[in-house]
């Protein structure tokens, strides 16, 4: 592949994005589709309460629009726009019934989990029809562990746990979108090293779409992604990693995302064992604004901190 290739779709989702905000904002704020902020978290969070939600839509079809119009129509996009579109319709729902019933939770827990399953074993059942090598290979090496049939519990478990990291990172203004365009703008590199177009094509029209969406997301936000968008990027971003032949690559390029997850785990874990709390707040990102960071600060060296990771995956695969 070419440059052109993937500038084009990166542009074209870039700009639907940016020509969709106008419309979709003021049709959410009319809808009345506000987001609910928990009590309990950051009090200067509260200033945000009702700004639209759910700006993931324009995230989603930015996406499908210039991926369906530079990809071939074959089984490998049929994987990636199923774990991506799949994921937000989860996410969807969650923003739904939250916005239905006026309170910071939707789908509960088993509902979402059932979801996020349900589209996980689909994007399996493709896998396996399409031959997909089970071989996991590791980083800097030459060496691939054949997993056999096991390697459809570990996409499961994989897709299910990154696009939960993800949704944790959904939490303060511009901070996913900017973490996302980093991590894709590098599995897209690794896309185009490993000949795979339909991945490649996606991964840059993943970084137009949340590029775009970053111009009304950015602190002040004028709108918030919801789980639509976050819970779609995360499985965007495991379905490219899966198809590249990158799935352990994703522990590094995403690892603010993983940083993220973590720092909620040791937080329960810590809390229920020990009845003592790690962190101010979990995740990691309000545990910095509490101690004094502000916003802006917590964004910048998120994006800086996904930076140096995509950076390190980079070389782990040999890019440079």
């Not at 996020?116 to 994007?123: A, E, H, K, P, T």
Request: charged share 15%.
């Amino acid at each position: 592949m070419d440059l052109k290739e993937v500038l084009f779709p990166m542009g074209v989702a870039f700009l639907f994005a940016l020509l969709a905000g106008p419309l979709f904002i003021p049709l959410l704020r009319r809808l009345k589709f506000g987001q609910q902020i928990r009590k309990e978290g950051p009090q200067g969070h509260q200033k945000k309460a009702g700004t639209p939600t759910m700006g993931g839509i324009i995230i989603l079809l930015a996406l499908s629009v210039a991926a369906l119009r530079f990809s071939d129509k074959n089984e490998q996009l049929v994987i990636l726009l199923v774990a991506t579109l799949g994921y937000g319709l989860v996410g969807f729902l969650d923003d739904y019934i939250k916005i239905l019933f006026k309170r910071s939770l939707g789908l509960t827990a088993s509902q979402k989990l059932l979801g996020q399953l349900l589209v996980s074993g689909f994007v399996c059942y493709m896998l396996y029809r399409i031959g997909h090598s089970t071989d996991l290979a590791i980083p800097l090496t030459d060496i691939s562990i054949p997993l056999g049939w096991l390697y459809y519990p570990f996409v499961v478990i994989m897709m299910l746990g990154m696009s939960n990291a993800v949704n944790f990172t959904d939490g303060l203004d511009g901070l996913l979108s900017g973490t996302s365009a980093v991590a894709f703008g590098a599995f897209l590199i690794i896309a185009m090293k490993a000949h795979h177009p339909e991945s490649a094509i996606l991964a840059a029209s993943m970084v137009g779409a949340v590029l775009g969406f970053l111009v009304f997301n950015a602190h002040p936000a004028k709108v918030f992604m919801g789980d639509t968008g976050s819970l779609g990027i995360g499985g965007a971003l495991s379905a490219v990693a899966i198809l590249t032949k990158a799935e352990l690559l994703i522990l590094v390029i995403g690892g603010v995302f993983v940083f993220e997850l973590l720092s909620v785990v040791i937080q329960v874990v810590s809390f229920k064992t020990r009845g003592k709390r790690v962190f101010k707040m979990s995740p990691i990102h309000h545990h910095f604004e509490l101690v004094g960071w502000s916003e802006w600060k917590v964004v910048f060296s998120f994006w800086l901190a996904g930076l140096v990771l995509a950076g390190a995956g980079l070389y782990l695969n040999g890019v440079f």
